[in-house]
């Protein structure tokens, strides 16, 4: 079949167009544009909280190959493994058949970011270092997974609860009480300058005690904890709250304000972070717990 000339203009208009109207794309952490043919439907997910957040957005099924404790929410648990976070099987992405690979910005190995690049995989770099990363993060994996009104949905959920828990960026440090997060004991380490949970310790109205040291996760001395006396201290595990009890000059344990909260609802950066913030926001007075 022949076509005259503006015939077949209009016609590779048309096409052009719904191959448009089909492309999806998103910028990710690093302010690299991604732009896919079509929605991604075979997604491998580089780390438990990028598999949290695509089953936020309802595109849990779209994911074909995940790392070692994806274990939220509980379906995740049957999605094939590539390995843990530090060592995946480029191998296994490759057989996967992935149209995106979601990245761990800085969980991701540089090798295997390095392997991806060469074969030309599309790839989303997904790094949360706020709590507006966080709701730009769900916007744009739903973008990118065909789920554009339910990411918009849910960072609109986002926005709500945080208004509830808008901070007072007036009062100066020394009028909020100090708060100490335990990551690690041995050796004990807490959240750098560059956590994201400063902002939510900020938004519930104290002060992180180590959140001018550089860094996402420091290495700090109990001479300083002792030292600047926090009013409240986060930990893991009742092993960590039991080991403070050696300190009794600590005010947190003269206030009975040494707490163990679950760390997947600290450390994953996920909806789920809005259950940890309520109940720091709780201890540290900030908000009052509803009847």
Not at 69 to 91: K, N, W
Not at 153 to 159: A, E, G, H
Not at 161 to 184: E, I, K, S, Y
Request: hydrophobic share 40%; charged share 20%.
């Amino acid at each position: 079949m022949r076509f005259s000339p503006p015939g077949f203009c209009l016609l590779l208009c048309l096409l052009i167009i719904n191959a448009a109207q089909g492309a999806v794309q998103a910028i990710d952490a690093e302010g690299r544009t991604v732009t896919l043919s079509t929605a991604a439907t075979r997604v491998v997910a580089l780390a438990p909280h990028i598999v949290e957040n695509l089953a936020s957005v309802g595109a849990l099924n779209t994911i074909v190959g995940t790392v070692q404790f994806s274990d939220y929410p509980e379906p995740a648990t049957h999605i094939p493994r590539l390995g843990s976070v530090g060592a995946i099987s480029l191998e296994g992405i490759v057989a996967l058949q992935a149209d995106l690979v979601v990245l761990w910005g800085s969980g991701t190995p540089a090798g295997l970011r390095a392997g991806i690049e060469r074969l030309g995989l599309p790839y989303f770099v997904d790094e949360i270092r706020s709590l507006e990363d966080l709701r730009e993060s769900l916007e744009a994996l739903g973008t990118l997974t065909g789920n554009a009104e339910k990411g918009a949905l849910v960072s609109k959920q986002l926005d709500s609860v945080l208004d509830d828990m808008a901070p007072n960026r007036n009062t100066p440090d020394d009028h909020r009480p100090g708060v100490f997060l335990q990551l690690w004991d041995q050796p004990l380490q807490s959240i750098g300058k560059a956590h994201l949970l400063n902002e939510v310790i900020e938004r519930c109205g104290g002060h992180s005690i180590t959140g001018r040291i550089p860094g996402l996760a420091p290495q700090v001395s109990m001479e300083q904890v002792l030292t600047d006396n926090p009013a409240l201290i986060i930990v893991e595990s009742p092993a960590q709250a039991e080991h403070w009890k050696r300190y009794p000059q600590l005010r947190a344990l003269r206030e009975n304000r040494i707490i163990v909260i679950n760390p997947d609802l600290l450390h994953r950066p996920t909806l789920r972070l809005l259950q940890g913030m309520e109940t720091i926001c709780t201890e540290v007075g900030h908000r009052k717990p509803e009847n």
